[in-house]
């Protein structure tokens, strides 16, 4: 066998055995067809909220941005008819949501009387970023922006078709008419 042949095989060998290419979504996939869990471990069906503008926010606990659960919940509570608002916990920020599921759900309930959806724990930036982060920050797969999630309270909005609209840093408070115009 040729060196030529061999580097291919070997370079092809890599790539399918290579865990993270596995985690990246298709091309144009679809937002409704990522797959996430709840904080209380059950499957979220992002298919659900079709129809809907969805709010995506990494979220923390020991946050300066913390705050912000309180409009985000009156944003929710404002818009609901037409918004879903997905908080996702992320520890990746300085060590900003070190809790365990539990106690990130009874701190959002019991501060803030958070009703909104809050997912699971995930990477939303790095090696083992989760596919929704993946989709969120790729215009490869949103198809209209590459972005990096700064900080905690980062915020992107989906409209109701599933199509990538904006992101908003932390500064950008929930009640934000960047954020409200979209919605009406």
């Not at 997912?119 to 970023?129: A, H, L």
């Not at 949103?142 to 989906?158: A, Q, S």
């Amino acid at each position: 066998m040729s060196i030529i042949k061999f580097s291919i095989l070997f370079i092809l060998f890599q790539f399918s055995i290579n865990p993270t290419s596995q985690l990246k979504p298709k091309e144009n996939m679809s937002i409704y067809n990522i797959k996430i869990n709840s904080i209380d471990g059950s499957p979220i069906n992002l298919n659900d909220y079709k129809g809907k503008h969805i709010l995506f926010v990494n979220v923390a606990s020991e946050c300066g941005f913390t705050g912000q659960y309180e409009d985000l919940q009156k944003l929710y509570d404002t818009y609901q008819d037409k918004l879903m608002v997905i908080g996702v916990p992320c520890n990746q920020f300085g060590g900003q949501e070190p809790g365990t599921s539990s106690d990130i759900q009874t701190f959002c309930k019991k501060n803030y009387g958070v009703t909104f959806l809050i997912t699971e724990k995930i990477d939303v930036k790095g090696k083992n970023q989760h596919p929704l982060y993946q989709w969120l920050t790729d215009k490869d797969l949103n198809g209209i922006e590459n972005t990096t999630v700064k900080w905690n309270f980062h915020k992107y909005l989906v409209n109701s078709e599933g199509q990538f609209v904006d992101y908003f840093y932390s500064i950008t408070k929930p009640l934000s008419s960047k954020i409200t115009r979209q919605l009406k």
